[in-house]
């Protein structure tokens, strides 16, 4: 999907960016539509961020700020 | 040893309103009658949830950061999952407590929003504005993509 550009990290790119399993906003991006982390093969992400970016989405999932699956049938 | 903690605790939101202050003194009590200091209350108020849960649409988020003995934990856990007016709780340790005081001004990145895909924009890039805050901070459909 997120096909044609190849991205560095941005949280490399951005040290400032800070993870946090509260920011949905940030980790909307990091999701499919459907709820589906999206892999760092699509993302870009590095490998060490996107551990700390699945931690907090699956954090995030926990406490509904992020959908498990779906949402796209209703 | 006391340690840094966060909990958020999400509460039905269909009791009145001082239920659910009630509630979350509850637990900040509980966590001073164990020997911890609640540091900080984070009040985000009612808020869409992203699945239903117990049937419930929306609900009352609140995160306390405190500092406690690691045995608190299992008291506020056991606490919370027989109270019916929890639909769901989360601690997690933190590293340090946010030294801001009070209100919490969210980070909020900011960079052009990678709009992929036009035809499923339903919903899921719409990063306009929402996200917490207000009481009803549903992501709406009209995507605005471009």
Redesign the interface.
């Known amino acids: 999907?997120?096909r044609g550009r190849v991205k560095v990290c941005?949280f490399c790119e951005?040290k400032e960016?800070?993870l946090?399993?509260?920011?949905?906003?940030?980790l909307?991006?990091f999701v499919?539509?459907r709820g589906k982390i999206i892999p760092r093969r699509m993302s870009g992400t590095c490998a060490r961020h996107q551990r700390r970016v699945t931690a907090a989405i699956k954090?995030a999932?926990?406490?509904?700020?992020?959908?498990?699956a779906s949402?796209?049938v209703r | 040893m006391l340690r840094n903690y966060e909990m958020?605790l999400?509460v039905d939101s269909q009791l009145q309103e001082d239920g659910v202050e009630k509630t979350v003194q509850r637990y900040r009590d509980l966590i001073t009658t164990h020997e911890g200091s609640v540091h900080r209350t984070d009040t985000w108020g009612v808020r869409k949830?992203?699945?239903e849960?117990r049937k419930q649409q929306q609900?009352h988020?609140t995160?306390v950061q405190f500092q406690g003995q690691p045995a608190t934990l299992e008291e506020l856990d056991r606490a919370c999952r027989m109270d019916d007016s929890v639909l769901?709780h989360?601690v997690?340790s933190i590293k340090e407590l946010t030294v801001e005081p009070e209100p919490e001004p969210?980070?909020?990145?900011e960079?052009a929003?990678?709009d992929?895909?036009a035809d499923?924009a339903?919903?899921?890039?719409a990063?306009a504005e929402?996200?917490?805050s207000g009481d009803d901070s549903d992501e709406d459909s009209e995507g605005s993509e471009e």
Request: avoid cysteine.
């Open positions: 999907m997120n941005r951005d960016l800070t946090n399993y509260k920011d949905e906003r940030l909307r991006r499919t539509e954090l999932r926990q406490i509904a700020i992020l959908p498990f949402d796209a | 958020a999400i949830l992203a699945y849960i609900a988020y995160f769901r989360l997690i969210e980070p909020e990145p960079e929003p990678a992929v895909e499923a339903d919903e899921e890039d990063d929402d996200a917490n």
